[in-house]
């Protein structure tokens, strides 16, 4: 059996919007399973699920992922149940919670309880893409007139993946939703982790075989030591940010999966020498741990290890500009 293969966009900086959406026709054209658009402070990723929906015609695409604050449950509902028609039937809706920085200090907005306001939002979700009435009674939401969404949905129940943290909310993800995608794991303890929540799964009535978690951290094939040298150095920018920059639900993931000092490390010395001297600070062997660098032949034997540790969906990311290396690339990574 093939593997089922996720390829992200980058929300960062000037998107060159028409190599990226060739690469789409591309990824579509190999049979991968999904495209994956992420949003934080940068483009809007609704925009470029539309754009993607109309270039492709089988693969899935997915949000990873939007927040669930600076859009009501309502507003997101609509978003991807209009997707969803355009698409017919190809939406993933990824959910998660960012942080407070970005949800108060960019869009302006106090940062609720993160476990209620998702256990709310996917509820009223759920209810306005089955086209019953939306009639919620909730600690944060209080619905009571009736609404319901002016079209027939395409599908009446849409995929809900979330990005948890916390074993709590890595939980109430088992029980309400139907895919888990998490961060900051790393490689050692993943099977740990996956059998864990596949165990939670059961416990809500539901079959592992149904519930998709996707491998945390990603894949780079990069098949040249320039290329190697500069996506790792990347994967270090990004820990290095997440452990300084973002708060505290990442350096407390970090710290329950072992790596409180490489945290703290990283964190002195963005203090002291800026973004630059943190991403230098992260060990060798810790990038590698959550997230992983290599030539494909490489990147297959990782994602032959993500698939023993349980995961059923694999995050890739492919730096090859050739068109015909690039499909020759992608299947061999699925397989």
């Known amino acids: 059996m093939s593997r089922r293969i996720g390829m992200g966009f980058d929300w960062q900086g000037s998107m060159d ?3 990226s959406l060739k690469r789409a026709q591309i990824a579509d054209e190999v049979g991968i399973d999904s495209l994956w658009v992420a949003e934080a402070w940068g483009q809007d990723a609704f925009t ?4 993607l929906a109309e270039r492709t015609s089988n693969v899935q695409v997915a949000t990873g992922i939007v927040n669930i604050y600076s859009r009501t449950p309502a507003a997101l509902a609509q ?3 209009t997707i969803d028609e355009l698409s017919e039937g190809r939406v993933i809706v990824g959910l998660g919670n960012s942080g407070p920085q970005v949800i108060e200090h960019f869009h302006g907005v106090p940062f609720q309880p993160a476990f209620k306001r998702m256990r ?3 509820e009223i979700m759920k209810i306005l893409f089955s086209g019953e009435r939306l009639n919620y009674d909730g600690d944060l939401f209080k619905l009571q007139r009736g609404f319901t969404l002016r079209f027939d949905t395409y599908r009446k129940q849409l995929p809900i993946y979330l990005a948890t943290l916390n074993p709590r ?5 088992a029980e309400i ?9 790393p490689m050692d303890r993943l099977k740990e982790e996956i059998d864990q929540v596949n165990d939670w799964v059961r416990e809500a009535g539901k079959d592992p075989a149904d519930f998709t978690i996707r491998a945390p951290g990603g894949v780079t094939v990069a098949n040249s030591p320039e290329a190697q040298a500069r996506a790792r150095a990347g994967q270090a920018g990004t820990l290095a940010f997440y452990c300084a920059r973002m708060g505290e639900f990442y350096y407390r993931q970090l710290s329950r999966q072992g790596y409180e000092d490489e945290a703290n490390a990283a964190r002195l010395a963005w203090k002291e020498g800026g973004g630059g001297a943190a991403a230098e600070s992260i060990p060798g062997e810790m990038l590698e741990q959550f997230g992983f660098v290599g030539t494909t032949e490489e990147c297959v034997e990782r994602l032959e290890q993500e698939q023993s540790a349980g995961a059923l969906l694999h995050s890739v990311n492919v730096m090859e500009s050739d068109p015909n290396e690039f499909a020759k690339i992608l299947e061999a990574l699925k397989g």
């Open 17 to 19: 919007r028409e190599t």
């Open 48 to 51: 470029t699920l539309v754009q």
């Open 79 to 81: 978003h991807f149940a």
């Open 120 to 122: 709310e939002t996917v």
């Open 169 to 173: 909310s890595v939980q109430m993800t």
């Open 177 to 185: 939703s139907d895919g888990w995608l998490p961060i900051m794991i």
